[in-house]
């Protein structure tokens, strides 16, 4: 293929991207600029994908047209909280669980909700009410974002995931989406809507034991949990489907929840992580990561700081 036409086939997939993700810019020069950085992230995931050896593929997306500081300005933002408060003395809650399944994933039971186009950290909290009353109910984000604002917190968009838990146990539980629908951008609390009108609520959530990935695979075992992972490399922005075997790291910059585990038809051990890109991202808007591995690309090796599950809950 000449460069004159290979050229214009980019700018054809920037023109048919521009219509499947209904992108505007408000002048030629913007537009001819983002033209430029989508040829350099096609580039990319072309070249990632010619490598046969790789467990996992990348595609075009909805940020296909951002820089990557630009991408981690605007979508990452999590930010490691003190834990020291945090009792360690606990007994883990699943010490003696051994009835562990080589497979588990919790949407076939019903206990996820649909995948959101925003921050996620209430789907831990979604899941386990499910498990305790067979309801599943869609909870507001929009509240974290508004009113889980202690230390600078921005609920999970932005914050430490233990000072969105801590708000919804001081505040006695957490609304739902539909009475405090989402915005898309932090508001003023609405001290009316954040009333509690689910029927249960949380009291208490505990760390899984530090280093001690069995502990972990039998929290998942018995419901969904919390996790922050490193959420900005190009392989995992542009993930599209496969078991991701990316390099680990550990700054910590985005909040996702582990949804289930298993073991892919090639043999490989992963995670089901549920993210809050939207439908059209990853596969269908979760990925499988690679676990049971210590060193690269597990997510166990990624710091254990950051797996906290629902320890204590009650119908109210």
């Known amino acids: 293929m000449s460069r004159t036409i290979y050229e214009s086939a980019i700018v054809d997939k920037h023109e048919q991207w521009i219509v ?10 913007e537009k001819e600029k ?7 992230n096609l580039k ?29 300005v605007a979508h990452t933002g999590y930010k490691m909280g003190d834990n020291s408060s945090m009792s360690q003395s606990t007994s883990f809650m699943y010490e003696s669980f051994s009835d562990v399944p080589t497979s588990i994933d919790w949407r076939a039971k019903g206990t996820v909700t649909a995948i959101k186009n925003q921050g996620d950290c209430v789907a831990a909290i979604e899941g386990i009410i499910q498990i305790k ?23 999970c968009r932005g914050g430490w995931m233990l000072n969105a838990f801590d708000y919804i146990v001081q505040n006695q539980g957490i609304t739902t989406e539909e009475d405090y629908p989402y915005q898309s951008m932090p508001e003023t609390c609405d ?14 959530y505990q760390m899984v034991p530090i280093n001690d990935e069995q502990a972990l695979l039998k929290v998942v075992a018995n419901q969904p949990i919390s996790v922050a992972i490193e959420g900005h490399g190009q392989d995992f922005i542009y993930y599209s489907s496969g078991v991701f075997t990316g390099d680990c790291g550990n700054t910590l910059s985005h909040a996702v929840t582990i949804v289930g585990y298993g073991i892919s ?3 490989l051990d992963y995670w089901l992580i549920k993210n809050s890109w939207g439908k059209t991202w990853g596969e269908n808007g979760y990925m499988r990561i690679q676990r049971n591995v210590n060193t690269q690309g597990g997510l166990w090796c990624r710091r254990h700081e950051s797996f906290v599950y629902i320890q204590y809950f009650k119908l109210i």
């Open 20 to 29: 499947d993700y209904s992108r505007k810019y408000e002048s030629k020069l």
């Open 34 to 40: 983002r033209l430029n950085i989508f040829k350099d």
């Open 44 to 72: 990319y995931i072309e070249s990632f994908n010619n490598d046969k050896n790789k467990s996992f593929k990348l595609s075009l997306n909805k940020f296909a047209d951002m820089t990557h500081d630009e991408f981690i």
């Open 133 to 155: 009353t067979g309801k599943l109910i869609s909870l507001s984000e929009q509240q974290l974002l508004d009113c889980s604002t202690n230390g600078g917190n921005q609920g």
């Open 191 to 204: 001290t009316e809507k954040q009333i509690n009108r689910v029927d249960v609520i949380i009291n208490g």
């Open 265 to 267: 038809e090639e043999g």
